[in-house]
């Protein structure tokens, strides 16, 4: 039997955190949530890596979303964006899965230092899920859901015998004398699994109304019913998990409808009119990389602890296959209030360790332990740019310990963002 047990000095590590976000000075608090029942859901990391080929080990992402919602049948149109990137010409196994050129070694050592290049990747495909009232789905970001799995798949049931299931759009009376009376269920939800193993991306599920034909996102007064988690599971140790499991679990970003609007059809503006705008500002309170493990017992080899950040543009066009894009501009605060800052660019989907964001050399980064001369920051991120979905970022961060699977945790926001972040369906 599978143990699944959370790694000490993850735990440490949070306690930490939530040090330094008690000992910086308070923010005020951007609009878009993760604690609250919304119309728009987004995952920003979910990873699927069976064999460990990229992850060093076997992970795995847990969903799952829920309808609050205590007596109507809700629907969710989701997307699921694959930011992987496959490996160039040039490399012994082209089209190979990769994270970076460091995963694309050629045959031959002639391209840069002996590695391709790693061409980044976007694709999406979308997909229903239909919840009945106060309903949870969960399902393996590897696996999917298929009809066949769902808790509830039969959408009627006869009135004669209610243990026998029936279909009432349909002409075909399997109820003998009696009448097919349509309940609440699960019909027509199809989750697929994620389209590549190893796979990096995001998840992003609108609140549509189920009643609607043609489907559009649902504008009623009932709207935000929508709550959503993700646990990200790694094995310990070896391939099969015999030491247990880590998890790292984070809440969904949602976005809250607050006004019906019919001037953009086909359009879910995020711009604090029609849904809850994006945060002006980011906060990432973090340890800085490769310090040591603050609560460590150990005399020697202490474990140092570093920080994974992943960003993902608030808006998308689904519609003409476009990601959204936006340059991250990283204002990082020490103890003392030094302040040094650096910029990235985030198109479609962005993930890095904090110290490998400016400089690739991870001990002189402003992100580094070493150069800042304090255990402890603040990360400041805005996002700024002119991309017709807008420049909003939203994402998650991980504090990972020695190595091992560490904590998630979801970002602070401050303020609201001028103008709208625009997500655009088929």
């Not at 189920?210 to 009623?220: E, F, K, N, V």
């Not at 040094?340 to 993930?351: A, G, H």
């Not at 904590?407 to 926001?413: G, H, K, R, S, T």
Request: with cysteine; aromatic share 6%; hydrophobic share 35%.
């Amino acid at each position: 039997m599978v143990k699944i047990r959370r790694v000490d000095s993850a735990a440490r590590v949070g306690l930490v955190l939530v040090a330094t976000v008690l000992g910086l000075a308070s923010t005020a608090r951007g609009l878009s949530t993760s604690d609250k029942p919304a119309a728009i859901l987004v995952w920003p990391k979910i990873v699927v890596d069976t064999s460990g080929t990229l992850e060093g080990r076997p992970t795995d992402t847990i969903i799952q979303l829920s309808n609050t919602d205590d007596d109507k049948l809700r629907q969710a149109h989701c997307f699921y964006v694959n930011a992987n990137g496959h490996c160039g010409p040039g490399a012994a196994q082209p089209g190979r899965i990769c994270r970076d050129s460091r995963d694309c070694p050629t045959s031959t050592g002639d391209n840069i230092n002996g590695f391709a290049p790693c061409i980044p990747g976007w694709s999406e495909i979308d997909f229903q899920i239909r919840i009945t009232p106060e309903q949870p789905l969960v399902w393996r970001a590897s696996e999917g859901l298929s009809m066949s799995q769902v808790p509830l798949p039969n959408p009627g049931q006869c009135s004669n015998n209610p243990t026998i299931p029936c279909n009432p759009l349909s002409s075909i009376n399997t109820c003998g004398s009696g009448t097919c009376v349509a309940v609440a269920s699960n019909a027509g939800t199809g989750i697929p699994p994620a389209p590549e193993d190893p796979f990096v991306g995001t998840l992003k599920c609108i609140q549509f109304d189920p009643d609607l034909r043609p489907p559009a996102p649902d504008q009623s007064t009932s709207t935000n019913r929508f709550t959503g988690e993700a646990a990200i599971e790694a094995c310990l140790e070896g391939p099969s998990c015999t030491d247990g499991v880590d998890v790292e679990k984070y809440n969904a970003v949602g976005f809250r409808h607050r006004t019906a609007v019919a001037d953009h059809p086909g359009e879910v503006r995020m711009d604090g009119v029609q849904y809850e705008a994006c945060p002006s500002t980011l906060i990432l309170n973090h340890i800085f990389d490769n310090a040591p493990d603050p609560l460590s017992t150990a005399t020697a080899n202490v474990p140092t602890v570093i920080t994974d950040l992943t960003l993902v543009p608030c808006g998308d066009d689904f519609l003409r296959q476009e990601p959204g894009n936006a340059t991250a501009q990283y204002l990082v605060f020490n103890e003392f209030e030094q302040r040094l800052s650096t910029s990235r660019k985030v198109d479609c989907f962005f993930e890095s360790q904090i110290s490998l964001i400016d400089t690739p050399n991870s001990t002189r980064s402003i992100f580094s332990f070493n150069v800042q001369g304090s255990l402890v920051g603040q990360t400041r991120i805005r996002g700024v740019g002119k991309a017709a979905t807008g420049h909003g970022l939203i994402g998650v961060a991980r504090a990972l310990v020695g190595g091992q699977r560490g904590v998630a945790y979801n970002l602070q926001q401050s303020g609201n963002i001028s103008g709208a972040d625009i997500i655009t369906i088929p």
